[in-house]
T-cell receptor
């Protein structure tokens, strides 16, 4: 157990819908990262927040957004969902902006 | 942009065999290097990491990796594998001084036969 929690564990929804994935970092970690893991794209970095502010952006689609709240938990919002958005979404946390990242168990999103 | 290549996508070994998984990265600056393992149905776990210093890094579960700067490589090794090492192994890199997320290789699916 890495200490990073993610909810929900599984999510099934339809195309065009919007969902929110939640991540709570390890105690004391200020940095939260979001990744997408799919069969065709592999593991891809989406976005990073550090102490409430966006720090780095990866291959995140415009339909996706994230935020980090004052209690340091983070939410990833996915809208206008497409079949291709079906994937495992991982959250990771770290103590500093360039520290080792510890991964959560992931949320498996299925878009039908 | 950074990129990571893992040359072996599927590896099948017998128990007690030695393991070496290749990882090459492409990046001109200072890098941090990582190996993560993903057991079936589980999340990514850190095996070992290299930030600086001794290029031979020892990790958990008897794994080690060697950073060879001239070859842009960070190969993972284990002298004697066990059935419980069956998993997906990912090499990853991020820039040493920056705040980028990790760039991952495609992964190596390792199967250990008893």
């Amino acid at each position: 157990d890495s200490g990073v929690t993610q909810t929900p564990k599984h999510l099934i929804t339809a195309t065009g819908q919007r969902v929110t994935l939640r991540c709570s970092p390890r105690s004391g970690d200020l940095s939260v990262y979001w990744y997408q893991q799919s069969l065709d794209q592999g593991l891809q970095f989406l976005i990073q927040y550090y102490n409430g502010e966006e720090r780095a952006k990866g291959n995140i689609l415009e339909r996706f957004s994230a935020q980090q709240f004052p209690d340091l938990h983070s939410e990833l919002n996915l809208s206008s969902l497409e079949l291709g958005d079906s994937a495992l979404y991982f959250c990771a946390s770290g103590r500093f902006s360039t520290d080792t990242q510890y991964f959560g168990p992931g949320t498996r999103l299925t878009v039908l | 942009a950074q990129s990571v290549s893992q040359h072996n996508h599927h590896v099948i070994l017998s128990e007690a065999a030695s393991l070496e998984l290749g990882c090459n990265y492409s990046y001109g600056g200072t890098v941090n290097l990582f190996w993560y393992v993903q057991y079936p149905g589980q999340h990514l776990q850190l095996l070992l990491k290299y930030f600086s210093g001794d290029p031979l890094v020892k990790g958990i579960k008897g794994f080690e990796a060697e950073f060879i700067k001239s070859k842009f490589s960070f190969n993972l090794r284990k002298p004697s594998v066990q059935w419980s090492d069956t998993a997906e192994y990912f090499c990853a890199v991020n820039s040493g001084g920056g705040a980028d997320g990790l760039t991952f290789g495609k992964g190596t699916h390792l199967i250990i036969q008893p």
